[in-house]
């Protein structure tokens, strides 16, 4: 009988968390069918400024406004955001075979900025197993920035990777005097899908950061475009990184 109750707690640990497991899992599927599907070769992915009327509306042109959803507890630990803050669900794409990325935008109410996430979902397991940043920008006393992504294929396996850009400018003043000085700085990352897993990787040749910020700026004026020679030189990158194994005629 001494051991006949610690079995049962343990039995009852055991079920209550399948339990939990299963209304996790049922959750994670009703939120992912909250995304539209669709295809692309090239996706820029892009926050639009402050939360206006005009930016965020229903009639705006906007791509990226998505729909208000209620995210499961759970997404908003992985993500580590506020329960006040909003979250719209907006595309689902495939990355690889039953992998696909959740392109979800968050909304800071306090700090009135947007947040657009990639939530790695597995359709097998229905489990979320990363999340990456997209785009985000900000402002505040003496500086701002933002982040943008861009989905393509990098690497030519027929997968979807991810290119993004950051930078901050901060204002500053120069020798203790009234002249105010301008810092800006940028950087680009790869997110490069190796075996079903996105691998980060910087770019640290200035040439080549160079080269993508003329290819992808920032502003959605113009549709991004990637030169051969960006091209060419991002492949090296990559391969220099040991993310991808160089062909023999390389």
Request: proline share 4%.
């Given at each position: 009988m001494?051991?006949?109750k610690p079995?049962l707690?343990?039995?009852?640990?055991?079920?209550?968390?399948n339990?939990?497991f299963a209304?996790t899992?049922?959750q994670?599927s009703?939120?992912?069918?909250n995304?539209?599907s669709?295809?692309?070769?090239?996706?820029h992915l892009y926050?639009?400024?402050?939360?206006?009327?005009?930016?965020y509306?229903?009639?705006?042109?906007?791509?990226?406004?998505?729909?208000?959803?209620?995210?499961p507890?759970l997404?908003k630990k992985?993500?580590?955001?506020d329960?006040?803050?909003?979250c719209?669900?907006?595309?689902?794409?495939?990355?690889?075979?039953?992998?696909?990325?959740?392109?979800?935008?968050v909304?800071?109410?306090?700090?009135?900025s947007?947040t657009?996430?990639n939530?790695?979902?597995?359709?097998s397991?229905?489990t979320?197993r990363?999340?990456?940043l997209?785009?985000?920008?900000?402002q505040?006393e003496?500086g701002?920035?933002a982040t943008?992504s861009?989905?393509?294929?990098l690497?030519?396996n027929h997968?979807?990777d991810?290119?993004?850009?950051?930078?901050?400018?901060?204002?500053?003043?120069?020798?203790?005097s009234e002249e105010?000085?301008?810092?800006?700085?940028e950087?680009s990352?790869?997110?490069i899908?190796k075996?079903?897993?996105?691998?980060?990787t910087p770019?640290?040749?200035?040439?080549?950061?160079?080269l993508i910020?003329n290819d992808?700026?920032?502003?959605?004026?113009?549709?991004p475009?990637?030169?051969?020679?960006?091209h060419?030189k991002l492949?090296?990158?990559?391969?220099k990184?040991g993310?991808?194994i160089?062909?023999?005629?390389?």
């Open positions: 001494t051991h006949f079995f707690f343990a039995l009852f640990i055991l079920l209550n968390t339990i939990l209304q899992k049922k994670l009703n939120f992912y069918q995304f539209d669709i295809k692309f070769e090239l996706l926050t639009d400024g402050l939360q206006a009327t005009a930016s509306s229903s009639n705006s042109s906007y791509p990226f406004k998505g729909k208000k959803i209620n995210p507890p997404l992985v993500l580590k955001v329960h006040t803050n909003d719209f669900a907006i595309f689902r794409y495939s990355i690889a075979p039953q992998i696909e990325g959740l392109i979800l935008r909304y800071d109410q306090e700090m009135q947007n657009i996430y939530l790695i979902y597995n359709t397991t229905q979320i990363e999340s990456i997209l785009a985000h920008d900000y505040a003496g701002s920035g943008q861009w989905i393509l294929d690497d030519n997968q979807l991810i290119l993004t850009r950051s930078y901050y400018d901060k204002y500053e003043y120069k020798n203790a105010v000085h301008l810092i800006h700085r950087n990352y790869l997110n899908v075996q079903s897993h996105f691998q980060r770019v640290q040749n200035e040439d080549l950061q160079q910020a992808f700026p920032y502003r959605p004026i113009y549709a475009f990637m030169s051969e020679d960006t060419k492949l090296n990158n990559i391969k990184s993310l991808v160089p062909s023999e005629t390389d």
